[in-house]
């Protein structure tokens, strides 16, 4: 039977793995700029980051902790019940979060947290079906009311299809030959469990590469099970929307495609004018929106990737909203 978070956290005798917030002391100074300001935590999961700002905020002000996952969602709640009307909770994907804001008739927030990925609640949960070092079925959805799983992905995706997403978004470079052994595998059986697709994949990786080349075919299957470059892309428009002037987005990424999606989504709100240089005068109209504070990204120090091997991957890109009227 499926076990919630929300049930592990019930039970001392059995605590629920922890999830340490990756560069916990680097959101707090960027992300703060006014201790009464209204803050939303776009990927709250455990709340570790949550907590840490909730400290830190004075007299009104607010955060609003939104997650896709409802496990984790609950599994907050109960962690930051004590901040009482400090703090909102909202099951919202944050390429939602724009809708989700008007309805609150907000429109003016201090600061924007994206802490992408999976948290370790979701990875170490095996019935979630992220980690092929843990056997379980083949789901891999952050929002559990989502109709595709991974096994949609695995068992019936065409093999271009698939060879397409091994090749985008696991950057691996047997990506045909990885999606022909599935298919070949799935036309005798049905792929049903992490460990069946571990092992269909397996003897075809490279051998030296092994660990990492699994992790690369489950993170891309994960990416497109999530859609989760194109809700990133549209999370970071909905952010800059509702940021006040002086604002700032923080976002957290943990593997290459998702950082230079952030990077080149910073670089053109903080572009301005698109015009062809030679033109002698601006014609497109283009404003700077945002001006990026990390001209390069912020990583862990070496002490924070001992404590906490999950933050070796780690990057943080911080911007800050321009004085530019909605
Ligand atoms: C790395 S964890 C965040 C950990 C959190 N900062 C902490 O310190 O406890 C990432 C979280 O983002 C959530 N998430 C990922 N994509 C999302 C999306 N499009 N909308 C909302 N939440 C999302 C996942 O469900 C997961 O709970």
């Known amino acids: ?42 990927t709250a999961d455990g709340g570790g980051h949550s907590q840490a700002v909730l400290l830190e905020l004075k007299q009104k002000g607010k955060l609003i902790c939104c997650d896709r996952d409802v496990d984790a969602l609950e599994y907050c709640k109960n962690r930051l019940k004590g ?27 201090s600061g924007f947290l994206f802490d992408l990925g999976m948290s370790t609640l979701q990875l170490e949960d095996p019935e979630r079906g992220f980690s092929y070092l843990k056997d379980g079925s083949l789901d891999m959805r952050m929002d559990l009311s989502q109709k595709k799983k991974a096994y949609d992905v695995v068992n019936f995706y065409p093999l271009e299809k698939l060879a397409e997403i091994f090749r985008e978004y696991g ?3 047997r990506a045909k030959l990885l999606a ?71 976002v957290i990424s943990y593997h290459s495609l998702e950082d230079r999606l952030v990077k080149s989504t910073f ?7 698109i015009c062809p240089p030679d033109f002698p005068q601006c014609v497109c109209g283009g404003k700077k929106v945002l001006k990026v504070l990390t001209k390069k990204p912020l990583v862990p120090d070496k002490e924070e990737k001992k404590e906490n091997p999950r933050s070796r991957s780690a990057k943080l890109r911080v911007c800050e909203k321009l004085n530019f009227s909605k």
């Open 1 to 42: 039977m499926r076990r919630s978070l929300r049930s592990y956290s019930d039970q001392k005798s059995d605590p629920a793995p922890v999830h340490v917030p990756v560069l916990l002391k680097q959101v707090i100074k960027y992300l703060l700029t006014d201790p009464g300001g209204l803050y939303v935590d776009a």
């Open 83 to 109: 901040f009482k009307e400090k703090v909102d909770f909202a099951k919202v994907n944050f390429k939602n979060l724009g809708s989700h804001l008007e309805s609150q008739k907000i429109n003016d927030v």
């Open 171 to 173: 950057e691996l470079k």
């Open 180 to 250: 022909r052994i599935i298919v070949e595998s799935r036309n005798k059986a049905k792929i049903n469990t992490t460990r069946d697709l571990k092992e269909v994949l397996q003897p075809k990786l490279d051998p030296r590469n092994k660990s990492k080349a699994l992790s690369k075919c489950f993170q891309a299957i994960r990416i497109e099970v999530n859609d989760e470059l194109d809700e990133l892309k549209e999370g970071i428009n909905q952010a800059m929307e509702f940021l006040r002037p002086g604002g700032r987005l923080c």
């Open 267 to 273: 670089n053109f709100y903080s572009k301005g004018c």
